[in-house]
């Protein structure tokens, strides 16, 4: 009777703590949504999506990633019109609070504290990996999410060793790498360890993965067909030779190096508690490698070294590719949380002061771009009025078409935008990559074939927002700019004092 007094109060507590915790969890991200400044690569993402709306994919324009994300996000350019970055901003913000959903009830399923589970949850959430890809139009946080449903059912099966929970796993990890190529590893781990576990799960829980993973990827299977040669050019071929191209060009080869890779992954794994829960995973592990670990346990280090795979795969190496990484780092995290109740007070509180100081430097670009933006205005917003002006302004000249390696800041203009362009700056910029007949059958503009444009020459061209980095100085733009310029286009400077508007006399 005494116990069941005394636990009230903690009962009644814990709903309020809740429900308050989820309703911060909700506005940080939508809010985020909004504050960030836009990413380089949103134009490809955003442009994927409308282009989706309304054509084919690899049939009718170029596209360089897997095709679910912008399947996904299509509807947006129909329902949203006017206001589509702004919409797929927010549902990348809902994606992320859904992914933190799952890790935690994937914690729960594997017998983690509620209290440790959403520490470690609250850990992951706070690297700049999650906050970036949570707040920016990419794809990567959807396939987070359906990693971390995979995850969930995967420790599901192993409880109940149930084929459904298996093939459902596999469906999800099909639709992850669908999404986002990187995750293949992750899938491919959970495989691999089922077939060491050994036991009655060593034949039937792998086929029913592989099944599941066949059906999941089947979006790829769909979109090869729609364009054979755009499919494997744009998901394979692109990243494999255009980044190396492109870096090259700019006398920044040496940042491709291996070298360079690995310390760039150690940076952004730095940006947040990533590295130093890593780093006491593996001395935990170390020192308890005598004991017995459960299957799930077990689980949770393989696929952990799965994602670390997947996360310095891709080159060049980038914040949010650790994005893998993120659902079984919590899982395991989660386990060291629990354990280390059993620890000294000292060691737990040095444990906790550790991985509590790693979470600042994860914050900080999240709460620089809030404070911005509390002082001078959402730049999405910003642009978003800027779209709004452009299409107004084109349509008053008479116009009602655009050229511009940045569709992200003319797809709420309303104006029609050339599908050759669909992957923003990224195939134009390597063109010199592809000969003229090639760009032509995969519908995407290059130098070569600007003259192309002759035959049906566009309204408008808009340029000023690709004009080079330190690192990259090449400036795409340039192109467009002198082509409009000796095609006698009038210029009219943006509202922003950055872009350039060319307008047919």
Not at 181 to 202: C, D, E, H, K
Not at 379 to 404: C, E, F, K, S, Y
Request: aromatic share 8%; charged share 15%; glycine share 8%.
């Amino acid at each position: 009777m005494y116990r069941s007094i005394s636990m009230a109060p903690s009962r009644r507590l814990r709903l309020p703590l809740a429900a308050l915790l989820v309703s911060a969890l909700i506005g940080w991200f939508l809010i985020a949504a909004i504050a960030a400044p836009f990413d380089h690569d949103e134009s490809q993402y955003v442009a994927g999506a409308y282009f989706s709306g309304h054509a084919v994919m690899f049939r009718d324009f170029l596209y360089l990633q897997p095709p679910l994300h912008a399947w996904g996000l299509a509807p947006l350019s129909l329902i949203a019109s006017g206001h589509m970055v702004l919409a797929m901003r927010l549902a990348t913000a809902v994606m992320a609070l859904a992914t933190l959903a799952l890790i935690w009830a994937a914690q729960r399923a594997a017998g983690i504290s509620r209290s440790s589970a959403t520490l470690a949850m609250l850990l992951m959430a706070a690297t700049a990996a999650f906050q970036f890809s949570g707040s920016v139009v990419r794809n990567d946080m959807l396939a987070t999410l359906l990693a971390s449903a995979a995850m969930l059912l995967t420790l599901l099966g192993l409880r109940h060793r149930s084929d459904r929970h298996w093939l459902g796993a596999g469906i999800l990890y099909g639709l992850a790498i669908a999404t986002k190529l990187n995750f293949a590893p992750l899938g491919a781990t959970v495989g691999l360890f089922v077939i060491a576990s050994g036991g009655r799960q060593a034949i039937r829980a792998p086929l029913c993965l592989a099944l599941g993973a066949l059906l999941g990827m089947a979006p790829m299977a769909i979109a090869w067909t729609s364009g054979p040669d755009g499919f494997l050019y744009g998901v394979l071929t692109y990243g494999m030779t255009a980044p190396h191209a492109w870096y090259a060009a700019n006398g920044a080869a040496q940042e491709l190096a291996i070298a360079e890779k690995l310390r760039d992954l150690l940076k952004y794994l730095w940006k947040g508690p990533a590295l130093v829960a890593l780093l006491l995973l593996i001395a935990n592990w170390i020192a308890t490698r005598g004991h017995a670990r459960s299957s799930t346990r077990r689980l949770a280090i393989w696929m952990t070294a799965g994602a670390l795979i997947g996360a310095a795969l891709p080159t060049p190496t980038q914040l949010q590719y650790l994005m893998p990484l993120l659902p079984p780092l919590a899982l395991a995290l989660g386990y060291l949380l629990d354990d280390a109740r059993h620890w000294g007070p000292l060691r737990r509180k040095v444990m906790l002061t550790l991985l509590g100081l790693a979470a600042i430097p994860g914050l900080i670009p999240s709460i620089r771009d809030l404070v911005t933006a509390a002082r001078t205005g959402s730049p999405l917003l910003a642009a978003q009025a800027n779209a709004h002006w452009l299409g107004m302004t084109v349509r008053a000249a008479g116009g009602a078409d655009i050229l511009t390696l940045s569709p992200h800041l003319a797809i709420d203009s309303g104006l029609t935008l050339d599908p050759r362009l669909a992957t923003g700056p990224f195939v134009y910029r390597t063109g010199w990559t592809l000969r003229p007949e090639q760009a032509r059958r995969l519908h995407a503009l290059t130098p070569a074939t600007l003259p192309d444009l002759g035959r049906a020459m566009p309204a408008a061209i808009l340029t000023g927002y690709e004009n080079g980095t330190r690192k990259l100085p090449l400036r795409p733009d340039d192109g467009l700019d002198n082509y409009a310029r000796h095609h006698g286009y009038r210029m009219v400077p943006m509202p922003d004092g950055v872009g350039r508007l060319y307008l047919q006399d």
